[in-house]
């Protein structure tokens, strides 16, 4: 399994994270998103193999260097949630495919939002075979962190079938966060489906759990999605999207 290579060093994760939080806010940019994969790099949670590009041409070798097939998605402080101006592409097979969708996105979307500032695009990896779950975190003004895990993508909308815990949380707390979910027996393995990597995603929370705590100035933070693969195959985000407190 492929995974992002950002050339941050496994120690100091937590004075690696502080410093792309810290230069965040000097730039007065409260809103990241998988422009700090390294955050996640910094607490060793996996990541799926990423390159950002600010050009057709550098997207276009980004692709080269990834591998076919692959995924486009827009890079903007302005734009939270790609698909809904087209700031995503699936399955792009060549590069053909890639300067057409990355001329396509340059166009269509600044007339969709004009005040968009548009920084480049991130070429991922393309995933298959895997499950889409989220982890995410809410600070609450009461509680403080509050941990929630669930499936991802259309399931988390549709079904809201999620589970909460106060960070920090243990590993038995994690793994009741996910067996707690009542739709547990997709990950589980139903009808001869084989088990998803439920250790891998303990150990994402985790994290998530130290993270979130290590940096009381994250006021929301979400992996959405996380792709967990078969058992002892692990689990790789793909999206990422945290905010920042403004004071």
């Known amino acids: 399994?492929?995974?992002?290579?950002?050339?941050?060093?496994?120690?100091?994760s937590r004075d690696l994270a502080a410093e792309?939080?810290?230069a965040a806010r000097t730039s007065e940019r409260y809103t990241l998103g998988l422009e700090s994969f390294g955050i996640l790099k910094a607490y060793g949670i996996p990541v799926v193999k990423t390159v950002f590009a600010k050009t057709e041409d550098?997207?276009?070798?980004?692709?080269?260097?990834?591998?076919?097939?692959?995924?486009?998605?827009?890079?903007?402080?302005?734009?939270?949630?790609?698909?809904d101006v087209g700031g995503i592409r699936l399955s792009l097979?060549?590069?053909?495919?890639?300067?057409?969708?990355?001329r396509e996105m340059m166009e269509s979307i600044?007339?969709?939002?004009?005040?968009?500032?548009?920084?480049?695009?991130?070429?991922q990896e393309m995933l298959s075979g895997g499950k889409e779950v989220i982890i995410g975190m809410i600070r609450d003004p009461t509680f403080g962190p509050m941990l929630m895990f669930g499936l991802g993508g259309v399931y988390v909308e549709v079904l809201k079938d999620v589970r909460f815990a106060i960070a920090p949380v243990n590993e038995k707390e994690a793994r009741e966060m996910i067996t707690g979910i009542k739709t547990y027996p997709l990950l589980a393995g139903v009808r001869g489906a084989k088990p998803s990597d439920i250790g891998a995603l303990v150990d994402t929370i985790?994290?998530?759990?130290?993270?979130?705590?290590?940096?009381?100035?994250i006021e929301e933070f979400e992996?959405?999605?996380?792709?967990?693969?078969?058992?002892?195959?692990?689990?790789?985000?793909?999206?990422?999207?945290l905010t920042l407190k403004k004071n």
């Open 110 to 123: 600044p007339r969709k939002i004009p005040d968009a500032v548009l920084e480049g695009v991130q070429m």
């Open 93 to 102: 097979q060549n590069g053909g495919d890639v300067r057409a969708a990355y």
């Open 223 to 241: 992996i959405n999605p996380m792709m967990v693969f078969e058992e002892g195959k692990g689990a790789l985000a793909v999206d990422m999207r």
């Open 1 to 12: 399994m492929k995974q992002v290579d950002l050339a941050i060093p496994e120690s100091g």
């Open 58 to 83: 550098e997207a276009f070798r980004a692709a080269e260097e990834i591998g076919y097939p692959l995924v486009m998605k827009v890079i903007s402080p302005q734009i939270s949630h790609k698909s």
């Open 206 to 217: 985790l994290e998530v759990s130290r993270l979130v705590c290590d940096f009381p100035q």
């Open 20 to 22: 792309i939080l810290d």
